[in-house]
Each structure stands twice: as C-alpha cells, then as structure tokens.
C-alpha cells in the first residue's frame, strides 16, 4: 500500500483545512453588488404569492397581459419579461432568506440573468447558495456545475471574472472528486478538467493544461460545440497535432467543410488529407506495454515516457476517442505491482537527479514539470514536487499545490 510521505502529509492537511474553511483563494470572483441602475429604472408590480413557483405564475401572465402587451419586438418583451422575473426573484430572496437553500429557485433566477446577459450575477447566486450550504456536496456539485455552464467554461470572456469563476468552480469539483464523492465517469469532472485547463492557458502553463485536456478527452466525449473550442484552445496553446485530431473526428461529422478548412489551416494550403497524431510506433509501444511481462515492463515504461514527456502523442482508445499516449501508459504502469515500479524508480535514480538538479539551476517550473513527466517514479523527482507544493501553497496557489501532492501520492512505489 502507499503512504504519503510525512512532508505531503503536513501540507495535505493544511490544504483541506483552508478548502474545509472556505477561505477564498487569491483569484475567488469579488462578492454580489447591486443591479446595475440601468437594469433597474422600470418601476415593477408585483403580486405576492404564498410560494415562489405561483410567484413567477401569476405575475408572468399579469405582465403579458398588460405592460408587455405594448411592447412590439418579441424579442424585447421576452427579454423585459426575464429580467422582470430576475429582479422579482432577487426581492423574494431578500423577503426570505431560506430560499438560497432551494436548488430549483437558484437555477430559476440564475437562468433569467443568463438570458439578461447577467452571468456573474448568475454565478454570484450560485455560488451563495454552495456556500451557504456546507457540508451538501449534493448542493455544491449543482452550483459548480451551473457556475462553468453559466460563464460557460468554454468561453469565459462572455462573463465579468470569468476566469475566475472557471478556477472556482472547477478547483472544487475536482476537490469532490478527490474525496470520492464524485467519479470520475461522471460528465461534471470531464468539463471541470477542460475549465482548469482554461486557467492554466490563462497562465501561460502550457504543459499542465496539455495534461489536464488529454485527461480530459479519456474521460468524456464532449460536444460539437466543446470540441469546437477545445480545438481552439489547442491551437492557441501551440499543440498543433491535438487540434488537428480534434478537427478531423469533427469533419467526419456534420459541418464538414469548415472543419476540414480549420484542420488544414494547421499545416498550410499544401497540405493534403493530414492524418490523425497517432503515429505507428506510439500505438506499437502502447500495445508492447499492455502485453509486457513482469520483467520487461519496466523496460517498456521507460521507454515510453522518455518518448513522449509532453503528453503530445496520441494512441487510439476505440473508433471515436484518443488519448495521450504518456497519460494512458501512465495509468497502466500505475496499475503494476510495487516491486516493479519500484524497480523503474531504482533505475531512473541517477538520470533523474540529474534533470531535477537541472530544472532546479533553471528555477523553472516547466523544466521541473517536464522532469517529473519523464521519471514520475523517482524519489529525487518526489522531493522537487514536494518543493514546489509547499511554495505553491504559501503563495496561495492551492490548485498548483494539491496538483503536485496528488502527482506525488500517485507514484509512489
């Protein structure tokens, strides 16, 4: 069995202290303010009802009847009519309090300032009611679920601090996957992976988020529309074959035309039937790997990570998905006997002193990461991680830090 090493230990549960106390990390949104005046000039009638379900009734057929009814565009009075509902909603949030606790009321006034083009109000209610529920995972999960659909994590410019709704949302979801109470099949994990990933670009961490859409991608088909953006977020991150992949299984789809316009773009105008990423000798590798014997799969492991560190080849899962070729062999090796991955942290010993050592004279954090990815199983690449874990934590950065302890307690012999 594998145990944390006491330095992981100390900074694990400090970790969990500060998620357990909801301290707000240094990138958390800036709380609720006030509705913007302009939204707010209109003077509301409103018919208070017993419940907020024969609220919205009522007073939805009152307003289509008269004020709405002079209103030509359609398309304005259905906008007049869910901003009138958003800022009803708000008044009977603050009539009763005890509504913040009611899922179905939170999704409501969430949607309507969705459709007003209101999406931090929108995430600010949801992130109320999470907070305002501990100990309800079940709550939690459908607030930071909303929260990435409501930014929407594919395109988080659409609201104010968008990138910081991704990182919160998506930290926490992940936080409930660590804790089990989320797995990992689960369609919520998949989004919460490319959300960070977002952040990570956001950062300039290129390799982090290769990793965490790789990972991604093994867990969940995504649709058009996130395939779509997640090609795009290949692209800007400089990973020219994983967007092509993604634009290729796209134009075997509907919409043809464009995407193989996109996918050809990656290589130039000569560039005739580009192919997917998966090269011959990384398929070859990842099927030696799988039907390797006890004695040669340390051998075989090797070999894969010193062939693909950056994660940036891909091997076919099935007939529609792809994977990286370093994170799929990674798993399977993790899955191995601790004598054998104790005999492949044995022999990487020297050579990954030596790119620890390297990475440390550079105070790079890529080059470090870059070193744990070619020998994950070291002792010399376990201390480095650790390092760079306590720093992160002390510079608040807890998604950095939980991510190296993690990397940690996943390759330990």
């Known amino acids: 069995m594998r145990t944390m090493p006491p330095a992981a230990q100390t900074i694990w549960c400090v970790i969990l202290v500060l998620l357990c106390l909801r301290l707000p990390a240094l990138a958390d949104p800036a709380p609720l303010q006030p509705m913007p005046k302009h939204l707010t000039q209109d003077k509301l009638d409103i018919q208070w009802q017993s419940d907020w379900e ?12 008269g004020p709405l009814k002079k209103v030509k565009s359609r398309g304005h009075r259905n906008y007049l009519k869910r901003l009138w509902y958003a800022r009803m909603m708000e008044q009977a949030l603050e009539r009763d309090p005890k ?6 009321f939170i999704r409501h006034l969430s949607d309507d300032l969705v459709w007003c083009n209101q999406r931090d109000r929108a995430n600010q209610y949801s992130r109320m009611m999470i907070e305002s529920s501990p100990g309800r995972p079940d709550i939690a999960a459908k607030g930071l679920n909303s929260i990435l659909v409501q930014t929407p994590w594919f395109d988080p410019n659409r609201a104010d601090q968008g990138i910081a709704w ?21 369609s919520e994990i998949a ?17 982090e988020a290769a990793r965490l859409l790789a990972e991604a991608d093994a867990r969940s088909e995504a649709s058009k529309t996130s395939r779509e953006a997640l090609a795009r977020l290949y692209t800007n991150a400089g990973l020219r074959e994983q967007a092509l992949a993604v634009y290729q299984s796209l134009s075997q789809k509907r919409f043809a035309y464009r ?32 039907q390797a014997t006890d004695d040669d799969v340390v051998r075989r492991a090797d070999a894969i990570y010193e062939m693909d560190p950056t994660g940036h080849a891909l091997v076919r899962l099935d007939s529609r998905r792809h994977a990286s070729l370093w994170s799929t062999a990674d798993s399977h090796i993790q899955q191995q006997p601790a004598e054998a ?15 620890i050592a390297k990475a440390q004279r550079q105070n790079n954090a890529t080059a470090l990461m870059h070193a744990f990815r070619r020998y994950p199983w070291s002792a010399a690449t376990h201390e480095a991680m650790l390092a760079y874990g306590e720093q992160a934590l002390r510079d608040g950065r807890l998604g950095h830090a939980m991510r190296a302890m993690q990397d940690v307690l996943d390759h330990r012999p």
């Open 54 to 65: 024969k609220l919205r009734e009522v007073n939805g057929k009152a307003w289509s009847a």
């Open 99 to 104: 509504l913040v606790h009611d899922v179905d």
């Open 166 to 186: 991704l990182e919160y949302a998506a930290d926490r979801l992940l936080a409930l996957r660590r804790v089990g109470y989320l797995t990992d099949a689960q």
């Open 191 to 207: 989004m919460a992976l490319r959300a960070m990933a977002i952040v990570q670009i956001n950062r300039a961490d290129y390799p």
């Open 259 to 290: 995407d193989q316009k996109s996918a050809l773009s990656l290589y130039g105008e000569s560039a005739i039937n580009p192919q997917f990423t998966v090269q011959p000798h990384h398929a070859l590798s990842w099927q030696t790997l799988r």
């Open 341 to 355: 991955t104790a005999r492949l942290a044995q022999q990487t010993e020297n050579d990954a002193a030596k790119a």
